[in-house]
């Protein structure tokens, strides 16, 4: 397992607001990937790889059914691959295809019943915060929310 940041090598200098930023970020990543590893817990839960998870979430979130170009351009990978992971979402019964009225070409992709409550499913794995959270007191916890409410907003 990593060490906390103080033993994280940092090229900044000593004490300086940049080695401050990078021993933040060191910590929130031990934090988010090895401490309260969401990501392993909700593949194991669903039986798929975390990008399939990924995808199924995004199908279900949709307010409209999505193309498989447009899942492609959400999940910064290509449509054939896209195309792959819809198939063996498809194949689970998870999400369904239809003809795209708008363009016969392409294919519009929804979110089954089944595959609505596998993605909420995983939203509810991910969002569970990690027991160290609600180990820290009042104060910190509601400086820490709010510095990660800035953090994420949109620019």
Excluded: Q
């Excluded at 400086?143 to 949109?154: E, F, M």
């Amino acid at each position: 397992m990593t060490e906390p940041a103080a033993a994280a090598p940092h090229r900044a200098r000593p004490g300086s607001r940049a080695e401050m930023a990078a021993r933040t970020w060191h910590n929130l990543r031990v934090l988010l990937h090895e401490r309260g590893d969401r990501r392993r817990e909700v593949t194991e839960a669903l039986g798929m790889s975390f990008f399939r998870i990924k995808a199924l979430r995004h199908i279900a979130a949709a307010p409209e059914p999505m193309t498989l170009g447009g899942l492609a351009d959400a999940l910064l990978t290509d449509r054939p691959y896209a195309t792959l992971v819809v198939d063996d979402l498809v194949g689970r019964g998870l999400v369904e295809r239809s003809p795209n009225p708008a363009d016969r070409r392409s294919k519009l992709v929804t979110a089954t019943a089944t595959g609505r409550a596998a993605a909420a499913e995983a939203e509810r794995i991910l969002d569970t915060p990690p027991p160290s959270l609600h180990d820290l007191p009042d104060e910190d916890l509601a400086v820490l929310d709010r510095v990660a409410a800035r953090l994420v907003a949109d620019e």
